[in-house]
């Protein structure tokens, strides 16, 4: 926001032959300087503001540098206290991104990132990380001023929709008319509000209104500027102008409510009703980083081209298929909604004509919509009806002789009827998930509480962190580095063996972590497969000793590298229900006794089924009765399937495949898919792995869990601590720092060492406490950037300036 008076140009106009339609409530968007705390402002804290007279307030500013990063906030408390009490009065709190800077308008760094799509994932992605992180409801960007449409496009068009995929808001300040590069705000269509920066005269004022209103932006978008940084400023300017915004637009934008020498009840008083509710929610797609299936994926690549790419909410990323028809992608949204749209943006590897489809299961599809003769690479098809769990995008003609190459697949709609919050079931296992908040140098733990009582996804914290919505299979617990943890507390109310499962990224070499149960280690080193893209997951399984009832205390620990977390679940082994029951075969290895029934006598070690020797062979068990089916476990002998269904039946006649395994393999194979209903399961084998027929000394069969599956919503951008909590505290101040760095200590040993790392783990300073309360560190000459700082056990991340 640029801070100058603006000449008053002409006398008073107002608009003619032109009426505009009356708005039923308005908005004020108010600027918070993020420098003025402890400043002498009139308004130099958040406790200060008049919540009741704002809709919406921008936190100024967060500069990015020319590679798209943006490290930190400047105070960032103050943000937090914002947040904390903006949200409390019901007003949305954003972040400005950019102001008038000293190199505006050629030099700022946008025009760098506009140029580089490294820059602008960078950009787009600490924009969500930022957003997550404090709470946000959206961003705000103020480039003064885009030099091209094409620059402007260039990050603007990511950066909108990545924050829609989160269901937060995309706003923007922009000039009061074509002049300043105003035409080179290109796209427009997709902000929420268009925040006007005019701060000049009432015919300014006129013109400005006019200018957005010929460019396409709606009445109620268009925020009218008023000035509040100076003392000329009076309250008839802003009677005037509110009574402009009243006719033509949808809302004041005030620079800066710090500073007020205004009387903002004159705007208030003159508006009228303040819009407190969402006038325009953001539609959130329920799409953005689902579990994606593919019928195919391009070979011989220089970038991955997996499924995941079209749902991460990046659009440099792309899923692209092998080069024949018909080929698909579907995405498993995690419960069941109501579709109303989908929207598709295709690389230039685009279909001519394809079928959306919806499922309950993912076998059974029926049509949303056949589209035929698409031109176009950007998709957005609305007015659907259906209702499922999983949304199918079935190309049937590609309209070039490479395969389907989809960038974005976003699904949008609402929960359906029979579902409930937070996924529908009570938590099976209460508990809690905790870790220290290195951010903000705070010594809080945040944690979600699980217990009974707190069933809703409401969340407790010490201090105010950031911690996202409880949600079924929730997202990015983020990422640990060596030695860090995730520490999940249990109360385990029946005694049995357990699952603790975790998703992590593959996208580092040399990566491992270890489970470890009250304090032992019960998994070993588990090692993570590197495939150099951090986009693809892996899921690991640990399974726990037989567990008496109780709490129980696990943790994840890494051992080597960091990499993001996506989730954990933590669940009772349901038992096999396949034992010893009624079975049958294709077939059995000629001149020997390995009958159906030994793969289901428990006995995975000496006894076994085998087949003859050809490929379509199969065995089936009988569950006696229909039971809800979602996992299989086959226990291979060497003799087996490289490729090979799993199929559930009601009948013992009409079979349904819930799983296609191509790429079998000796050894134990755990495959699990949606919850169905079935009385008979069978593996039904396609090929051979070798010239044997198929062995199998175990086929297990499991039930779902009663109560679904135990999922840890978010914690984002919060790291876990190394070690077990120190028995003395530790604060530091100020953080960020320039010149001293104050380490206070209350219990420490008189000997205990004061040492500062780089971020590479390189010791760069040490001292003894020497039973001092305080050290004062000289950091000037330090480097700038992230340090930890150690007294005995525990650990702190400051930030050097």
Not at 413 to 432: C, E, M, V
């Amino acid at each position: 926001m640029q801070k100058m008076k603006l000449l008053f140009l002409a006398a008073f106009a107002m608009f003619s032959m032109k009426t505009f339609a009356q708005q039923s409530c308005y908005n004020v968007v108010g600027y918070y300087p993020s420098w003025v705390a402890g400043g002498n402002y009139y308004i130099n804290s958040p406790s200060k503001i008049d919540y009741s007279k704002y809709t919406h307030i921008c936190y100024a500013f967060s500069i990015p540098d020319g590679n798209g990063n943006m490290s930190s906030v400047d105070n960032a408390s103050a943000l937090r206290d914002l947040v904390s009490r903006g949200h409390a009065a019901n007003v949305k709190v954003l972040l400005s991104v950019g102001g008038w800077l000293t190199s505006s308008p050629s030099n700022t760094p946008f025009e760098a990132i506009s140029t580089n799509t490294t820059a602008i994932n960078n950009f787009v992605n600490a924009c969500a990380n930022m957003v997550t992180t404090y709470n946000l409801d959206g961003i705000d960007l103020d480039w003064e001023y885009p030099t091209s449409k094409t620059r402007w496009n260039a990050v603007a068009v990511p950066l909108g929709n990545r924050l829609h995929s989160m269901g937060k808001l995309f706003t923007a300040a922009v000039s009061e008319s074509g002049n300043n590069n105003g035409n080179n705000y290109d796209n427009v269509t997709m902000l929420d509000l268009v925040n006007i920066m005019c701060y000049g005269n009432d015919a300014l004022a006129s013109s400005a209104m006019s200018y957005w209103t010929s460019r396409g932006v709606p009445q109620n978008k268009r925020m009218l500027g008023v000035p509040f940084y100076s003392s000329d400023n009076n309250s008839a300017e802003h009677v005037r102008k509110a009574n402009m915004a009243k006719t033509t637009g949808g809302g004041i934008m005030i620079w800066d409510i710090a500073s007020e020498y205004g009387d903002i009840n004159a705007i208030y008083n003159t508006l009228g009703t303040i819009c407190k509710g969402d006038v325009n929610p953001v539609p959130q797609n329920l799409a953005s980083n689902k579990r994606v299936v593919v019928s195919s994926t391009e070979a011989n690549t220089t970038t991955s081209t997996a499924g995941t790419n079209a749902t991460d909410g990046n659009y440099s990323t792309r899923w692209s298929s092998v080069f024949s028809d018909p080929q698909w992608l579907y995405v498993d949204l995690g419960a069941t909604y109501n579709v109303n749209r989908v929207k598709i943006t295709w690389e230039a590897a685009y279909a001519s004509a394809y079928d959306i489809q919806i499922s309950a299961d993912s076998i059974n599809w029926s049509p949303l919509k056949s589209i035929t003769g698409n031109t176009t690479l950007v998709n957005d098809v609305t007015g659907l009806a259906g209702t499922g769990r999983y949304v199918r995008i079935n190309g049937t003609a590609r309209a070039t002789a490479y395969g389907y190459s989809i960038y974005e697949l976003e699904v949008y709609g609402n929960a359906a009827a029979s579902q409930t919050p937070y996924g529908g079931s009570n938590w099976a296992i209460p508990g809690k998930i905790e870790a220290e908040n290195y951010d903000n140098g705070g010594e809080g733990v945040a944690y979600h509480d699980l217990t009974p009582a707190n069933q809703g996804g409401q969340y407790r914290t010490a201090e105010a962190v950031d911690i996202e919505t409880c949600n079924e299979g929730g997202y990015n617990l983020s990422y640990v580095q060596n030695g860090e943890w995730f520490e999940y507390t249990v109360n385990v109310n029946t005694a049995g063996v357990y699952t603790l499962q975790a998703r992590v990224a593959t996208n580092a070499a040399g990566k491992s972590f270890h489970v470890e149960l009250d304090g032992q280690n019960i998994s070993g080193p588990i090692a993570i497969p590197d495939t150099g893209d951090w986009q693809t997951w892996t899921t690991v399984n640990v399974t726990t000793p037989a567990l008496t009832t109780g709490t129980k205390v696990l943790r994840l620990v890494v051992d080597a590298a960091e990499f993001n977390i996506n989730w954990l679940n933590f669940t009772l082994q349901s038992d096999n229900i396949a034992v010893n029951k009624t079975v049958s075969a294709s077939s059995i290895e000629p001149e020997t006794d390995f009958s159906a029934i030994k793969a289901f006598d428990s006995d995975a070690t000496t006894t076994r089924w085998s087949s003859a020797y050809t490929d379509s062979e199969w065995i089936s068990v009988d569950l006696g009765a229909v039971q809800s089916v979602s996992k299989v476990v086959l226990k291979w002998e060497n003799a087996f399937a490289s490729a090979y269904r799993i199929e559930t039946s009601l009948d013992n006649s009409n079979w349904s495949v819930q799983k296609e395994v191509t790429d079998g393999a000796a050894g134990t194979a755990a495959i699990s898919f949606p919850a169905v209903n079935a009385r008979y399961v069978r593996m039904h084998g396609v090929k051979r792995g070798t010239p044997y027929g198929y062995s199998i000394w175990e086929f297990e069969v499991y039930t779902a869990p009663a109560a679904g599956r135990q999922s840890i919503a978010a914690i984002s951008q919060t790291k876990a601590v190394t070690a077990k909590p120190a028995l003395f505290a530790v604060n530091i101040w100020p953080n960020p720092a320039s010149n001293v760095l104050t380490v206070q200590t209350k219990g420490a040993a008189p000997l205990a060492v004061v040492k500062a790392y780089s971020i590479n783990g390189r010791v760069v300073y040490q001292s003894k406490v020497n039973g001092a309360d305080q050290v004062q560190v000289n950091v000037s000459g330090w480097p700038k950037g992230i340090y930890v700082i150690e007294v005995g056990d525990s650990r702190k991340k400051v930030v050097i300036e």
